[in-house]
């Protein structure tokens, strides 16, 4: 173990003197430099519409690795490249002081590496895990928010495609219904929960083991509630799941298949923020033990969770969430979670208890204000069914090797985004990966990326 632990420290050191420009000669920014354009056209606050849009191209590659044997769900071993492609058009409205209402059109294009296979921590975000869907432009939100003022002061917001107004009440309750991502809302990172500009792997980006309720494409419907003071918030969400393990189509039947969210925000410091988060999922799901126990007594060969699916199942999780801004203006966060590991993996991915950690610094030492360099680290983990169930040659919705020689998957990723013009930016990344889909007898696996993102 701790060999494992000094290879893993070996190569995010490596990757970071890598990636990290020389800061020796480094001046800061005056003070009175004026910020770049982040947007290749220009917005208004002042308006009551919203109109903007983004398009993320990544390509990702892999050389090839060792891998004694393969199953129908493994990270493929051969070399292989892929390049995936979202585009999204943000609309919205102000009506009067306290409603507002969003609608965005977006378009999931080329594949993942492996097709999306073989990888708890998959390496891009972006990526749509059925590519059959294909790249057929979709409504990826369509809500309406309602702000209700619990006080008569306000405070400055910064728009954006979600929250329009220039400034909210300083104590609010927020309602949003409609369709929506769930982690729009909640387990937000503002070092690690963007994969357009920052770091790309699934469990970096969001708490692996929050299995939030989401289709195929990450987006649900629902509700949320939301209550904001200048130093805590509180929301909860009841949200639509879907009707099959990594399905496009909705369960409506609430009484049985639902997702229920409950998040508390304290911020006791302008530099510090921390998240408690719990969710129950419930839904159609199977139970690995009894998938187990019918392989043993001989009627599932090999074992399958989909033949031992029961409605209304719970599975439950909870998870923290933690950032903090140094006084050198270097960002940190840190994530821990943890998911009940009988119940199937179902929406998100396959991880039953999680953590990660890293940081980032913006390029103003070296008189590029825009630019950002962020490494991270993460350890994902199975529980006993869930290893059981794959060693037996059991597949998931993302893994199955068709045996399994146990092992926490391990991730370090690394990533620079320049600031080009305006709102293009251009990145170049590398995520190191042991155990892939937790097995010690596959990799280790080495990533490259190359990014580019354009905001409209």
Known sequence: MQADQGRLATVALAILVFLLPSLAEA??????????????????NSTWWWLSGQMNIIEQAHPSFSSPYAGPNSFRADNEHAVSRVMTLFTG?????????????????????????????????????????????????????????????????????????????????EIRAGKFSTVDFFDINSVGSDSHLQFTNWTVDNNGAYDYAADTRGYTYGVVVEYD??????????????????????????????????????????????RLLGYDNHANMGSYTEAIDAFHAGSDMPPDVTAHREQGRIKGGMGANAEYTTGAGIRLFGR???????????????????????????????????DRLGIAFVSNGLSGP????????????????????????????????AHVWRGILASAGVQFIDAPGYN?????VFVQMARLHLDF
């Not at 943890?338 to 070296?366: I, L, P």
């Not at 010690?440 to 280790?444: F, K, T, V, W």
């Open 27 to 44: 001046q800061s920014v005056a003070p009175d430099e004026t910020p770049p354009v982040l947007t290749l056209f220009p917005h208004s």
């Open 93 to 173: 409205a102000r009506l009067g002081r306290s409603w507002e209402v969003a609608f965005d059109v977006e378009s999931a294009g080329g594949r993942g590496l492996s097709d999306a296979l073989g990888l708890a921590g998959f390496t891009n975000l972006d990526v749509v895990r059925n590519p059959e869907l294909g790249s057929t432009p979709y409504v990826a939100r369509a809500m309406v928010r309602k702000v209700i003022a619990f006080s008569d002061s306000d405070t400055p917001a910064t728009p954006t495609p979600l929250s329009f107004a220039p400034r909210v009440p300083a104590r609010r309750l």
């Open 440 to 444: 010690r007898d596959r990799g280790p």
């Open 336 to 370: 821990v979670g943890w998911n009940s590991g009988d119940t199937e993996s179902f929406a998100y991915t396959e991880v039953n208890h999680t953590v990660s950690g890293g940081g980032d610094s913006t390029g103003a030492r070296w008189r590029r204000p825009a």
């Open 229 to 274: 003071t200048p130093r805590w918030s509180l929301r909860g969400a009841e949200a639509l799941m879907p009707t099959v393990a990594n399905g496009i189509t909705f369960d409506t039947n609430v009484k049985r298949a639902r997702g229920e969210n409950l998040e508390f925000e304290f911020r006791p410091a302008s530099n510090f923020t921390l």
């Open 386 to 417: 869930h290893k059981e169930y794959l060693r037996l040659g059991g597949s998931g919705f993302l893994l199955g090797d068709g045996t399994l020689s146990y092992g926490r998957e391990s991730i370090v990723e690394s990533y620079y985004t």
